[in-house]
Structures are given as structure tokens and as C-alpha cells.
């Protein structure tokens, strides 16, 4: 096994023979091969143990075995010890996720502060066998099929490859110690039920099922690579960027085939589960939208807009200006200046007679019945009907900010001035009010 773990790393893993790293050593028989392992490699690496004192004396008496495994090899430790029930009051998580959640913040903190090229992990073959059934029972997709990933950015894990008896007949042939944790007998746990109940009538109904697995796993990790090429290149082509928001093309969509699949793949990764009401929203009215913790689908004619929700604004905020402001900073960056000529309104720049202005001024979101009396135009125009003719976008009506002079429009900002303040032959003050960009 020695002489095939260092092919497997030089094929692998070859940055490991190069760079410092940490192993993540419970003091177990799988963390111990595996600090073992690499120590014979003469490969460059420190412990790190927690203690999640969970189990009285028991977890004291593990990290003590660490730290005397680090000495034994003289090899730099990392302890730490965690209050994990009060981690799991306070964030009302299982144990299980409390000590997953500590220990790979604490991991991250390592490589940020010290420079270490990765975390090793001891997951084994039959780790992944574990996780694929409990991903199986809870309905997962491929991605939760494909088991537990060998590297991630900073995460390795060199065992995968290995059964748990080969690393136990390592362990006795090089007559290494462990620590056994009683915990993983305890068959009230989901995955010390699987393990102990299942896989091993598994294995007794077929000797070489741990095998066939692995090679399972392979070939759903090529389909789901292929899926994933798939996804990024459709979302390359159809996710079109347009300011704070994605435009997604409906009938682009509707020619995905399996259409659910497509849905799950382009939007899982912002927080969407509802895949029903996202299939839906396809066939929905304009202004419809369906909405996750992060983001927002929204249906615009025949596009569907993506877009975070902290972008979308309440038409309930208003901020007043007073005739002493000159400059305004929130929402809107504008600057209000006295000219003694004016020139032609733009995009960003409106020059408006004073004398027209009621103060305080407010910026404020549009409303359902607004109007106002847009230059160029004769008579007045409700907004919503402006914003149509416009092809303004529902996102973008959303974030519209309207200066208004008590109950009047002065300025649709960004988009048209009102008729009513525009300057004149016999206006006597002139005042500039300009987006900073």
C-alpha cells in the first residue's frame, strides 16, 4: 500500500510533494494511516486535532494521543477546543453539522493565517459508500450521488481509493495505535446505522460490492462533469448581463430538454428549490416572480430577469432635499448648482427653473397612478404607460427614482424631465441638477 499511495499522489496529488500542508488527525485509525502514510513519504505536513468535548475524558485523552503521535514524528500540532453544545443551542443544528461546521472554519482560518497549501482529510472508500446511501434515502440529484469529491479548492482526500480493511491491515502490518471512539458504534445515528446495519449486508450479498461502488462513482462523476460543461456553456450564451440583472431568453428556456434538469442546473446555485413555480413562471403573466433567499426570477414579456434581492428598493423610501442642499448623496449621487445659461437636458443632467421649485424636494419610487408632462411630448403621460412605450424593463421600473416638487414630477431621473419646470425665454435662475457617474 505504501509504494501505491505515493503513485497515487504523484499522479493525483503532486502538489502535496511540493507544498507544506496540515492532516486533520482525530487520532483514529484512518487520520493515523494517513499522517502514517505521508510521514514515510518524507512529504511536509503538521497535525491538527479538535477537541469537540463532547465526550468527557475520552475527547481529552484523544488529543493527548495526537500530541504525542506529533512529538513521536516531530511534527508542529494545532489543538483547539470547541464548545460544540453551545454551538448547537445557538444555531440549532445537529451535532454532527456543529462539529462539520466548527472544524472546517477553524481549517480555513489555518490556511489563511499560515500559508498551508491544504487540509488532508482521512475519508476512505467506505465513507463514500455512506454518503452515497444516506444522499440516496434523502432523494438527492447526481451531484449528491457522485459522493464525496477527492480535492475541492483546499480540501484533499488521498484515501478515498482505499477500503477501510486495507487501511486497517496497514495499520496492524506496521503495528501503528489508534483511539476507538465509542460514538461510532451508536447505531442512532443515521450514518452509524448505514455502516453498520446495510453496508455490511451489502458486502454479504456481494463480496465485490465496494468495488463495483467505486466504479459506479467514476462513471457518475463523468456524467456529471459533462452536465456541469452543458450548464456553463447554455448559461454562457443565454445569461445575458444588463446592469444589476440577467436576461434569460423564454423560449431559449423552453427548448432545454429535460427542461427540469436545465432549470436545475442554470439557477440552483442562487438559492432556488421551488423547481414547480420556477417551470411555471415559463408559462406565467408578465410581473410574476418566484423568489429565493438571495435572489428573484421575474418574468418580463419574454424574458425571465435574475437579480439579487438586496438590489430590489420598496416604493415606500423617500429622501427630502432642502433649498440649502447642494449635494445629495443617498439614493442617488446629484448635485444641485445655480448656472446662468443653460444647456441641453441629457441623460444625467436636467437644467430646471428655480422659481418653478417647491421645497423640500423628494426623491421617492414611482407609484401606480403617477403622470407627469414629459418634454417633448404634448400633454401629460402616466408613467406606467411612458415606461411601456420606453420598453422599460419591470427590474428597472423597480428601481426608477422620480425629484418631485410637492405632488409634481420634476424629473423621471435618468429618463425624461417634466414639461412644466423646463427653462424658458423669461426664466431669471437657472438651476443645474446632475447625476454624478
Known sequence: MLQDFRVHIEKNFPELLKHKFFIACSGGLDSVVLAHLCQKQQMDFVLAHCNFQLRGEESDLDAEFVEKLSLKWDKKLYVIRFNTKAYVAEHKVSVQMAARELRYQWFNEIIATDGLKAILTAHHADDNLETFLINLSRGSG???????????????????????????????????????????????????????????????????????????????????????????????????????????????????????????????????????????????????????????????????????????????????????????????????????????????????????????????KWNKGDYFYPIGLHGKKKLAKFFKDEKVSLLDKEAQWLLCSEDKIVWVIGRRADNRFKVVDTTTEIMKIAIRV
Not at 180 to 204: G, V
Not at 217 to 244: C, H, M, P, S, V
Not at 325 to 340: A, C, E
Request: glycine share 4%; charged share 25%; with cysteine.
Open 142 to 364: 447526481i451531484e449528491g450521488l457522485t459522493g464525496i469529491p477527492q480535492k475541492t479548492e483546499t480540501v484533499y482526500r488521498p484515501l478515498l481509493k482505499y477500503s477501510r480493511a486495507e487501511l486497517l491491515e496497514y495499520a496492524e502490518k506496521n503495528a501503528l495505535e489508534w483511539r476507538e471512539d465509542a460514538s461510532n458504534a451508536d447505531t442512532k445515528y443515521l450514518r452509524n446505522n448505514i455502516r453498520h446495519q446495510i453496508i455490511p449486508k451489502l458486502k454479504e450479498l456481494h463480496p465485490s460490492f465496494l468495488s463495483n461502488f467505486k466504479h459506479s462513482i467514476a462513471y457518475l462523476d463523468q456524467t456529471n462533469a459533462l452536465a456541469k460543461q452543458e450548464i456553463r456553456t447554455w448559461k454562457n450564451k443565454q445569461f445575458i448581463a444588463d446592469g444589476n440583472q440577467f436576461k434569460i431568453s423564454i423560449s431559449s428556456l423552453k427548448q432545454c430538454n429535460p427542461l427540469k434538469a436545465y432549470l436545475y442546473g442554470l439557477f440552483k446555485d442562487y438559492g432556488f428549490r421551488e423547481w414547480n413555480n420556477v417551470k411555471d413562471l415559463l408559462e406565467g403573466m408578465s410581473g410574476k416572480s418566484v423568489v429565493s433567499k438571495t435572489h428573484r426570477l421575474l418574468k418580463d414579456r419574454e424574458y425571465l430577469l435574475l437579480s439579487e434581492i438586496n438590489e430590489i428598493t420598496g416604493n415606500s423610501l423617500s429622501y427630502t432635499i432642502e433649498k440649502t442642499h447642494k449635494v445629495l448623496v443617498k439614493p442617488l449621487s446629484i448635485v444641485f448648482s445655480k448656472v446662468t445659461q443653460r444647456a441641453e437636458n441629457s441623460e444625467h443632467i436636467i437644467y430646471v427653473d428655480e422659481n418653478a421649485l417647491k421645497y423640500p424636494l423628494v426623491i421617492r
